[in-house]
T-cell receptor, first 115, second 114 residues
């Protein structure tokens, strides 16, 4: 079965520092890959997604992610974190093929931003 | 106005009670989903529906049922609530059939079962 691993449960960074959130998936084929963000008390919002083509994808709020097939990874990055980026981040995958396109989520990484 | 709305936003109930969580969407999407979120576990799929006549179980459907009353409405019921169903519940929608579509989430319903 497909699975998504986010190795870091909680990350703390200082405002203005760079950020990288890790995501690994386990599936033979290339899945569709997503990053969602959940701000406190709110639902999930899509940051970016990857299906094919250029392995570096740009998203909203200054985030980007890079797909690395050899490492089965899709890490999320931001060069300079803002206090408003404090939230929980979820990596998710959909496996290509078949008729049931269901998202499988990682367990999330909680980001704390220090002033 | 929000594209995906959920009612109620918060609910406290007692063990054994039947409750219904409702979801409405104005995006015109065919696909709708119910997830539950527990701390440290991420989101897990309860049920999903690809159109009004299609209902499918997700990975944790036991103890839950759903009803797709219309394209825009998808309700989740707990027939006899138990404390381990205390969680944050999200409804989501998506359109299209390629698998590449974004899922749009409602704001969530926080449920406490005493």
């Amino acid at each position: 079965a497909q699975s998504v691993t986010q190795p870091d449960i909680h990350i703390t960074v200082s405002e203005g520092a760079s950020l990288e959130l890790r995501c690994n998936y386990s599936y033979g084929a290339t899945p569709y890959l997503f990053w969602y963000v959940q701000s406190p008390g709110q639902g999930l919002q899509l940051l970016l997604k990857y299906f094919s083509g250029d392995t570096l994808v740009q998203g909203i709020k200054g985030f980007e992610a890079e797909f690395k097939r050899s490492q089965s990874s899709f890490n999320l990055r931001k060069p300079s974190v803002h206090w408003s980026d404090a939230a929980e981040y979820f990596c998710a995958v959909i496996v290509d093929g078949g008729s049931n396109y269901k998202l499988t989520f990682g367990k999330g990484t909680l980001l704390t931003v220090n002033p | 106005d929000a594209d995906v709305t959920q009612t109620p936003r918060n609910r406290i109930t007692k063990t054994g009670k039947r409750i219904m969580l409702e979801c409405s969407q104005t995006k015109g999407h065919d696909r709708m989903y119910w997830y539950r979120q527990d701390p440290g576990l991420g989101l897990r799929l309860i049920y999903y529906s690809f159109d009004v006549k299609d209902i499918n179980k997700g990975e944790i459907s036991d103890g839950y049922s759903v009803s797709r009353q219309a394209q825009a409405k998808f309700s989740l019921s707990l027939e006899s609530a138990i404390p381990n169903q205390t969680a944050l519940y999200f409804c989501a929608t998506s359109g299209g059939w390629t698998g590449q579509e974004t899922q749009y989430f409602g704001p969530g319903t926080r449920l406490l079962v005493l």
